[in-house]
């Protein structure tokens, strides 16, 4: 399989969790193939200092999220699956009703379809019934749902520490090694 990756940034708040996946996976030799939602270019300007051109500029390739002709929503275009990084209830409903109006969207279906894998890092809070019965409904499917919930074993000082261990959370389930924060080790006397 390819080391290429689907990255889809939306408009939660959250989108510093997208860009610095973005980074990181250029690091670790990833290809990366971007869709960003208007609202997440939106909140791009609104939550960071990046310029939406800036963050365009860290992936390999970039689709406008209305082409849902593009490459990555073929099932015979091979990828090692997708991360929506933040994800918005909006889009979460879209993949578990397979309601495909947009990129962000089709690229999901695909990847649900195609038997890999989709990380959704569902950002909300809180959380009501619906919200809960629609992760429910695409875990059902196939979807890991990855909320950026943060620890504190590694001892966070920083917010990219924080940022990192939930980035690095989402690289264990693609198999991809990373060092970006200190893993549990047991209870040290």
């Known amino acids: 399989m390819s080391r290429r990756l689907v990255i889809a940034i ?3 708040t959250g989108v510093r969790y997208g860009i610095e996946m973005l980074k990181v996976l250029r690091e670790l030799s990833v290809e990366t193939h971007l869709v960003i939602s208007e609202a997440g270019k939106r909140n791009i300007q609104i939550e960071t200092d990046y310029a939406v051109d800036e963050v365009v500029g860290l ?6 999220d209305s082409d849902v ?7 015979s275009y091979l ?3 997708m991360v929506v990084i933040p994800c918005t209830i909006k889009t979460l409903s879209g993949i578990a009703n397979s309601y495909t109006t947009n990129l962000v969207v089709r690229a999901a279906d695909v990847t649900l379809k195609e038997g890999r ?3 959704l890092v569902v950002r909300e809070t ?10 429910m409904r695409a875990a059902r499917m196939g979807a890991h749902i990855l909320p950026p919930i943060p620890a504190f074993y590694h001892r966070p000082k920083t917010i990219h520490d924080i940022i990192h261990q939930t980035i690095g959370k989402i690289l264990d389930y693609f198999g991809l090694d990373h060092n970006l924060f200190r893993r549990w080790a047991g209870q040290q006397d």
Not at 69 to 75: E, K
Not at 126 to 135: F, Q, Y
């Open 10 to 12: 939306t408009g939660a």
């Open 59 to 64: 992936a390999h390739k970039v689709y406008d």
């Open 69 to 75: 002709g593009a490459t990555i929503a073929s099932g």
């Open 79 to 81: 990828t090692m699956g």
């Open 117 to 119: 894998k989709l990380v």
């Open 126 to 135: 809180p959380l009501h019934m619906g919200h809960l019965e629609l992760m």
